[in-house]
């Protein structure tokens, strides 16, 4: 297949990436002009310039092509400009979707996030469960509208697609929430533990690659759904592979939950007046999330997909090994 990825410069990006080049399948990345492209020119793929905000340098791209898979999204709890949440992932995604029709592309493989479904009535729940009704942060309800926006043209004109949906993902050279919390720990810049309680689903970020690429493969799959995640931990026993591993004491103090919470909101209201993060990624967003938890079951995967799941304790030591080099 002739394969369009959008989004390859991110975490998950470049991991599917770098399984679509083991592969016959001729892969070409959007990549926007800032974009570090380093990476994606080692592995000798072909590059377009365009954005999913600019219709017009999607239509170009996507011309030629038998199947996209859409990873481009603002992944963030907190950004100085909020709405770039809705510019990216809602109207983005409706660009793509509908480029991908005007121009008869075989299959669209659109990842989402298990965030979307909020805190569903069923524990863990599946691809058939229906979502809970509130979503924990900004960057989940763009991402339930952009969602819904690509179903919505698969039922009334006919969209070829498939959804994936990962979970908390880990693994090395994570440069986001999870990988920065690990190295904080890592480097004992952490004055407290929080929300240990917590249970949230993890996933090695190769397994998740794998995941979409033999979603996209498959010829039987239209409208279907894969959650991409099923080891459930709590944060604390995650910090605890991570002391263990790395070698380093976890901080002594365990801050109460209220408190997390109550920090996080101070912290974030200050993010937003000086137009930086969060001290400690604390945004209230990402407390919101870490307190909730993720309970999911992504076992589809395996029986339909045929993938395994790779123990999140080899995640975490490939993220610390990852960080020391």
Not at 61 to 71: E, P, Q, R, T, W
Request: hydrophobic letters at 40%; aromatic letters at 8%; one cysteine or more.
């Amino acid at each position: 297949m002739k394969i369009l990825v959008t989004g390859g410069t991110g975490f998950i990006g470049l991991n599917t990436v770098k399984r679509l080049v083991g592969t016959d399948h001729q892969t070409t990345c959007l990549i926007r002009a800032t974009s570090d492209t380093s990476v994606l020119t080692g592995l000798g793929v072909k590059l377009v310039t365009g954005d999913v905000t600019d219709r017009e340098s999607l239509r170009a791209a996507v011309k030629g092509h038998d199947c996209i898979i859409n990873l481009a999204n603002v992944y963030s709890f907190w950004e100085p400009d909020p709405g770039v949440y809705r510019r990216v992932n809602v109207e983005g995604t409706r660009n793509v979707m509908e480029a991908a029709l005007e121009a008869g592309v075989g299959k669209v493989v659109h990842i989402s996030t298990g965030g979307i479904y909020g805190k569903p009535k069923d524990v863990p729940f599946t691809e058939k469960s229906e979502v809970g009704p509130e979503r924990f942060s900004e960057y989940f309800r763009t991402k339930y509208e952009g969602d819904q926006v690509a179903w919505d043209l698969y039922r009334s004109r006919k969209l070829p697609l498939v959804m994936v949906y990962p979970m908390g993902v880990l693994g090395p050279g994570d440069p986001k929430a999870t990988g920065r919390y690990v190295q904080r720990l890592m480097q004992r810049r952490l004055p407290a533990r929080v929300l240990e309680k917590s249970v949230f689903t993890f996933v090695h970020v190769k397994d998740v690659a794998e995941i979409i690429v033999r979603a996209a493969e498959r010829h039987d799959n239209i409208g279907e759904k894969y959650f991409a995640g099923t080891h459930q931990h709590t944060f604390g026993e995650i910090s605890r592979m991570v002391a263990e591993i790395a070698g380093v004491r976890l901080p002594l103090f365990s801050l109460p939950d209220f408190m997390v919470m109550a920090n996080a909101w101070l912290l974030t209201k200050i993010a937003d007046i000086i137009k930086k993060p969060p001290l400690w990624d604390m945004a209230i967003d990402q407390m919101r999330v870490m307190k909730m938890g993720v309970r999911a079951d992504g076992s589809k995967a395996e029986r339909e997909l045929g993938i395994s799941y790779t123990p999140i304790k080899t995640a975490v030591g490939e993220m610390i090994e990852s960080f020391r080099r």
